[in-house]
C-alpha cells in the first residue's frame, strides 16, 4: 500500500536538502523559463502519490504534502537539474568569515497573492518561529533550523542568519523551510503556539491559500482533489499552465487505467508493475535514482543484552553474504531499483560514495564465516550460537507490504541455507516497538524498513548518532568515534574537506552494518502526451526539491 | 446475515435418534446439501493434501513474476514468482484454518451463552440476550477492522476478533432450541430422577440441537472466511500467512489488474465464493430439514430448499 | 391500546440509546487499548522532545486516571468532539471531518441498496412463487453465488471488466471546469455507476434469499391455505396476502443488513477512491489514525443503530399485532 507514510515515523526526513556547490558563491541563473514558444494555457492533471495530508507545513508529513508547499510557497533557494543550488526567493548568499553568520539577498517588491508585501521579514518570522517551538510544536521539523541561533531582517531584502557555530550544511537546511506569510500565521505563534497545529489553512470560497509560490491552492480535498492556480503576484518566471489539478487515487490500478484512458494527465509515481502496461500503452515512462531505500536492520543498541552474537561484525557481513540483492531487485521491484551499499542514496548526487561496493551474494562465503565461529548447525539444522537457535524474528512495519514481503520472503530463504532461521513479524507502531524501553532499544533484533532522506547527507548521517537514540534512529546505533565525524563534516565549510568526512562517514556504517542496505529504489513517472517540458528530479516531476517542473511543464 | 426471522422450530424427535443419521440423510436426500457437501469435502481434501497435491511450494519461486499460464503452471504465476495453483492449494489451508477455528470459538462462546441464557432462564436469560441484542446492531466487520487495526496483524488476532464477534446469532438459536427441549418430557423425567444440570444438558439438551449447531458451525465458518478476505484486503491479516484473502491483496497491491495478470486475483475469489456456497447450501440445507414449517407450502408444488441465513453474511 | 404502542416505542428507543452506549463505551476501551505506549503514537513524530510528550500527554488527558478519562471523554462526545485527527486534514475535529464524508456515502449506497431491493424483492417473490421451478433454481443459485462473492473482490472484477468505458475514481471528474448544474449531475451519475452497482450486486443476492424464504414461510400460513380454499387465483394470494405479510420481517433483515453495509461502504470506497467515510476508515487504517478510526466506528454504530431504530418503528406501524 503505497499511501503508507514511507519509513511511517521517519517520513518527515522526505523533505530535501542541499548538495553540490557550497560555500559563499551566489550564483545568478534561474530554474524557470524555457527558450522557443510554447503553447500558454491549459489544466494539467496529475494523478497524487499519496495525497497531501495537511496544507498545514507544521502538521503535513506525506510527499505531497511538501511538494506543494514547494509550489505554494517561497523557499530562499531550489535545486537545479544538476542537483546544484538555484536562487529562488534570494537572489544571492554569502556568509561571514567564521561561517557563523549567513546573509541571503531577497527578491525586492515581491508580494503575497492577496498584495502584501512579501519581505526578508516573512522569512526571518518563519525561521524564529520554528526555532522558538523547535522542543514543542515545530519539532517535525526541528532538522532544517539545526544550530540555528536567530534570523533577523536587516532591511526588506536581506536576511541574516546566525548559527550557533560554523555551519556547512546552511543551503539545504534552509531549502527545505517553506516562507510563511507572517500577517497571516503571527496570530497563531503567539503565546505558547500550540495554534499553530490547529490552522487547517485551507482555501475557502473565493479565498485561495495566501501563496507566495508560482501557485496558489484554490480548492483543498485530501480525498478528492485538489487545484492550484498560477499566482497572478509571484516574483519569478510565470508558469505555462493555467492550473494543476492533483487528484487522490486509493487503486492504483484505476490510477494506471485513468493516464491510459486520457482522464489524467500524469503519475506521479508509477508502481514498478504497471511500468510495461504504460509503455505499451505508447506513454512516456521516465525512470531515474531516487532517495527512497529500504533497509536491513540489525539492531546494534549498546544497550542490547540478548543474542549478542549479532553484533559481531562476521556475523553481520556473512548477513549481508546470504542476502541475494539481484532477486529481491527483480522479483520484488521488477528490475526497478539498484542494489544498495551507503546510507547516503545514489539520488543525493555526488554526496553518494560509488567506491563502497556491496558483498556478492555468496551462501558458501556466509557459511564459512559461521563455520569458522563455530556456529554449528543443530539437528534441526538451525545454527546454535552461544547456546541458543539462531533463530531471530524481523520487525516488518505495514509501509513495507508488498514488495518488502517479497524481498524479506528471498533473504528468509538464503538465511534458511546459512542455519538461521528468520520469522517475519509484522508490527504497527513499529517505532515505539523499536524504542522501547527508555529509548534504550532492548526488545529486538532485526527488522526492514525504509528511508527517503533529504539530498544533503546532514540528516541521515544525524540519523546514526547517538543523540538520534530515541529521536530518528530505527538501528539503535551509538558509536562515539561516528559522533565525531559528523560533528566534524557539519562545520566543515569547505565542500572538499566536508565530502572527505561524508565519505568517511558512510564508510563506517557500511562496516559496522547497522543497515544492510537492500537496493535504491527508482523513481518513476509517467505522463501522455498532452503536455510536455516536465523537469525530471529525485522526487519526479513535482517534488519538493525544485519549482522548475510545473513552471516549464506546457500543452504539447 | 446473522439474524433470522425465528429461529426453526425443533423437529419433534422425542427418542435421540443418531444425530449423524440427520445429516447423512439430509445429504442423500437433498441436491444443495449433497452438491455442499462435496465442495466442502474437495477443498477439506485439496487443504489437508497441500503437500502432495501442489505442484510447488507456496513460497518457491518458479518463474518470472505475473508468469503467464502454460502446461506446466495451468493459472500462472503470482507478484512474487510462485505458481497460482499451489498458492491456491495451501490457501485454502489458512482459510479454512481461520475459517474453523473463528466458527469454533464463535459456537462456544454463542453455545454457552445460549446454554445458560435457555436452560436458566428468568433474570439471567433476560441479561444475556439484552447482551446479545446489543452486540447484534453493532456492525461487526467494522468493529473488526478496529480492534484488528489496534491489536496488529497476526493471525490469532484475526480468529479471535472474527470468532468473538460471531457468537450472536449462535446464541440466539441455540436459547431458543435449549428451552423447546428443556420442556420435554424426558429432560423432565431425568430432572425429576435427580440428574445435575451439567448432565441435563450435556446428555440431552446437546445431543437435541447437534444438528442445527452443525449447521450453524457450516454457515459461521463460510461467514469467518468472508471477513477473513475482508480484513486482508484492508491490510489487517497475517501477511505471513497465505489465505485466500491475502493472495487478493497481494494482487491488490501490486497491481496485478493493470499488469493484466488476472490470474493471480481473479481465481482466489472463485475459491473464496465456491466455498462459501458449499457451506451455505450445506448449512441451509440442514436448518431447512429442521424446519417442519417449511416443509408445508400450501401452493406449491415440491417441498424444498432455502431460508434465510442464520450466520449469512454480518 | 395507545399506552402499548407508546411502551413499544420508548422501549425501542432506550434500547438504541443502551446500544449507542455499548458502542461508546467499546470505543473508549479500546482506544486505551493501543500497543506502544499512547504518547509515542500521538506524537508521530520520533524527534518528540520530552517537552512535546508531556504536551500531548496533558492535551489528550492521559495523565489522569481511567475513570477520569472517561468521564472527559464522554462529555466530548456528548458535545460531538470526537477528538482530533491526529493526521488527517490539519488536525480538525473529527466529527466535522467524517461529517462531509458520510454525506458523500450515503447517495452512493443508498442508490445500491435501493436497486438490490428493489431486485432482491422481485426476485425473490418470483422464486418463491414458483418454488422448485427451474427458473427458481436458476434465480436462488445466482442469489447464493452473489452472496459469496467477496466484496472487494467484485469490485475489482467490475473496475477489470469496465474501467476506462466507466469513471472509476472518485465522484465527479473534477477538472470539468464551469460545467452547468445538469452536467455535474451526470457527471456525478456516471461515477456512481460503478460503487453503486457493486454494492448492489453484493446487497441483491442476499435480499432475494431472505425475501424468497420469508414469503415460503407465509405460504405455509394457514390464512393463504384459506384464501386459496376461497378460490382465489395463486397470483392474488401471493400479492394481497402472502407478499405484504413477507414485507414485515423483510423490512427487519434490510435494516440489520445495514451493519454490512457500513462495512461494504469500507471496501468499495476503497476500491473506487469514493470520497466517503468508508475511505476515511481505509485510510485511518493505513495511517493508523485512531481518533478518526474510532470517529468512523461510532458514526457507522450509530448509524447502524438508528435505521435500525426506523425499522423497528416501521414494524411498528406494519405490524396490526403491535400497533392494534
Redesign the interface.
Known sequence: ?R???VG???A?ALVTAACGGDGGSSSTTGVGGSGGPVKEGG?L?VAAYD?I????PF?G?NDDSYATYEHIYPQLVQYDANQDFAPDFATSWSHSKDGTTWTFKTQPNALWSDGKPLTAADAAFTINTMIKFQ???T??S??SIARMTSAKAVDDTTLDISFSAPEAAVLGNVQQISILPEHVWAQYAAGDG?AL??????PSNDSPVVSGGPFMVTQY?????T?YEKNPNWYGTAPHIDRM?L????????????L??N?IDAIESV?P??V??LQDANMTVKIGPSLTYRTFIINSSPYKKTNLELQDPEVRKAFEYAIDRQ?II??AW?SYAQAGTTIVPPGSGSWFDSSIQPLPFSIDQANTILDGLNYMPGADGIRVANGHPMTYQVL?P?SE???G??AF??IQ?GFQQIGVKL??K????A???M??PDNKYENWDLAMWSWTPPIDPDFILSAMTCQSL???SDSGYCKPAFDKLYAQQGKAVDATDRHDLVNQAQQMVFDDRPYIVLNYNDTINAWSGNFTGYVESSQGFFGALTKASLIEVHLA | MKITAEPGVVPDLDRPRGRGGLLWDTIRRQKAASVGAAIIFTFLILAVFAPLLAPSGP?T?VGP??GPLSAQHWLGLD???IDMVSLLFYGARISMIVGAAAALVATVIGGLIGITAGYVGGRVDGFLMRVTDYFLVIPDLVLMIVIA??W???LTHIILVIGLLLWTSTARIVRAQVMSVRERVYVKRARSLGCSHLRIVFRHVLPQIAPLLIANVVLTVAVAIFDETALAFL?LS???AISWGTIIE?G?????????AWWAIVPPGICVALLIMGCYLFGQAIEDALNPRLKVAHLSIKGFKVRPADGGKP | MAVRGTDYVLKRLFFALITVFVAVTINFVLFRM????AV??LA??????P??KA?LTREFGLDKPMWQQYVIYLGQLAHLHMGVSW??????PVWHYLRG?LANTIPMAALGTAVAIVIGIASGVLSAWRRGSKSDHVSTNIAIAFYAVPTQWLA?ML?ILF??VL?????H???A?GASGWASFVDTMKHMILPSTAFALTLYGEYTLIVRSSMLETLGEDYVLTARAKGLSSWAVVRTHAARNAMLPTTTLIALSLGYIVAGAILI?????W?GIG??T??AV???DYPVLQGTFLILTISVVFFNLLADLLYYKLDPRISA
Open positions: 500500500m499511501k503508507v507514510l511511517a515515523a521517519l518527515l489544466t492533471r495525497g495530508d495537511s496544507m498545514n502538521i508529513v522542543d514543542t510544536v519539532a517535525g526541528a532538522g500550540k497545529k490547529t490552522f487547517a489553512n485551507t480535498d485530501e480525498t478528492g482533489t487545484i489539478g487528484e487522490y487515487f486509493s487503486n492504483e490500478d484505476a490510477e494506471v487505467t485513468a491510459k484512458t482522464q508502481p508493475p504497471s510495461k502496461t532477486s527483480t522479483t521488477l516488518f505495514g507490504r508488498g514488495a514481503d517479497r520472503q528471498i530463504a520469522i517475519q509484522p508490527v504497527t507502531g517505532y515505539s516497538i524504542t522501547a530515541g529521536n530518528w | 513460497r519461486q513474476v505475473y507478484d512474487g514468482g487495526a489496534i496488529g496483524p497476526a491490510g497475517d501477511p505471513t497481494h491488490f497491491l501490486r497491481q496485478a489488474v493493470s499488469y493484466g | 493501543l500497543p506502544g505506549s509515542a503514537n508521530r513524530v520520533p524527534h518528540a522532545s517537552a512535546l504536551e493526521v488527517s486534514d490539519s488536525h480538525q464524508k475489482l473496475l474501467a476506462g469513471p472509476a475514481n472518485g465522484m471528474d473534477p477538472f471546469v470506497e476503497t476500491v473506487f477512491t470520497p475511505l476515511a481505509y485510510q493505513v495511517s493508523q
